[in-house]
């Protein structure tokens, strides 16, 4: 089976610009969340979709924002990019459905996005 | 942002030596997971514990859900050179798939 996958695995932005990553969960799972790491705030929660529709919602700005697709494809966008949404973004595969074991959360290589 | 308290912050250890490290909230949680983090790559997911008082062992790894659902520990036997990393627990929010993470202990292991 294969695993999560994230695309692009690094990107230079410039400030104001905006960027778009991408995540392809493990095969059947249905639910996606996305998270934000950096050394001083650690793994933050940003937003959980499960079948096209937002679950849950961490806390951050309404500039980042995300969207599923009916494959379970997920995008993350973030738009007007500040020095310091520098991070490195997971995204994390559930199969979503409520089971005790179909709660463990698998996540990808994460996409390193750096803003100059 | 919300994060667990998790100790120790980083660890020098001896080749065969055990380790514990913990976590611990003030929040209740439903699932903790334990992970493994190396540089430049995405948290592996190690154990995961579903009910309070549950004991799972995955090697030479052993985790334990705290009855009260707001701590866990990880114990790692024997540690080898290849357990160096970053160790990070995860508690599900109840109702949810948030996960909040702890805040990580850098292991590193003396050869």
């Known amino acids: ?116 | 942002g919300q994060q667990l308290n998790q100790s120790p912050q980083s660890m020098f250890i001896q080749e065969g030596e055990d380790v514990s490290m913990n976590c611990t909230s003030s929040s209740i949680f439903n699932t903790w997971l334990w992970y493994k983090q190396d540089p430049g790559e995405g948290p592996v997911l190690l154990i995961a514990l579903y009910k309070a008082g549950e004991l799972t062992s995955n090697g030479r790894l052993t985790a334990q859900f705290g009855i009260t659902r707001k701590d866990s520990f990880l114990n790692i036997s024997a540690s080898i050179p290849s357990d160096v990393g970053i160790y990070f627990c995860a508690g599900r929010l109840p109702g949810t798939y948030k996960y909040i993470f702890g805040t990580g202990t850098r292991l590193k292991v003396l050869a």
């Open chain 1, 1 to 116: 089976k294969a695993g999560v996958t994230q695309t692009p695995r690094y990107l230079i932005k410039t400030r104001g610009q905006q960027v778009t990553l991408s995540c392809s969960p493990i095969s059947g799972h249905r639910s996606v969340s996305w998270y934000q790491q950096t050394p001083g705030q650690g793994l933050q929660f940003l937003f959980e979709y499960f079948s096209e529709t937002q679950r849950n919602k961490g806390n951050f700005p309404g500039r980042f924002s995300g969207r599923q697709f009916s494959n379970s494809r997920s995008e993350m966008n973030v738009s007007t990019l500040e020095l310091g949404d520098s991070a490195l973004y997971l995204c994390a595969s559930t199969e979503g459905t409520g089971r005790d074991a179909d709660t463990e959360a698998f996540f990808g290589q994460g996409t390193r996005l750096t803003v100059v």
